[in-house]
């Protein structure tokens, strides 16, 4: 059984920086970050293959880095340059032989 548990939310001013992790226990192939935003549907911010092949929502590009450690099991969403718009609950998913894992969630709030 896969289990995540994500850390690193918080408040920050705009422009500041925030690094979520998450850390896995299991066996997983992909991983994502995803955002349910006050309001809105959750939505895919980034995604990492097993192969360390990266992709990004266009309204992060350039401002969020995904990366994942294996020794340590754990994904990171480094979040540069937040906007209040980046204001949201952060979830860590991960995906093995078809199936979804979810993480409960971090908030991360941003001030403007």
């Known amino acids: 059984q896969v289990q995540l548990v994500e850390s690193g939310g918080g408040l920050v001013q705009a422009g500041g920086s925030l690094r979520l992790s998450c850390a896995v226990s299991?066996?997983?192939?992909?991983m994502a970050w995803y955002r349910r935003a006050p309001g809105k549907q959750r939505v895919p911010v980034a995604t990492?293959?097993?192969?360390?092949?990266?992709n990004y929502a266009q309204f992060v590009k350039g401002r969020f880095t995904i990366s994942r450690d294996e020794a340590k099991n754990t994904g990171y969403l480094q979040m540069d340059n937040l906007r209040p718009e980046d204001t949201a609950v952060y979830y860590c998913?991960?995906?093995?032989?078809?199936?979804?894992?979810w993480g409960q969630g971090t908030q991360v709030t941003v001030s403007s």
């Open positions: 990492i293959t097993s192969s360390g092949v990266t």
């Open positions: 299991g066996m997983i192939d992909a």
């Open positions: 998913a991960a995906f093995y032989r078809a199936v979804d894992y």
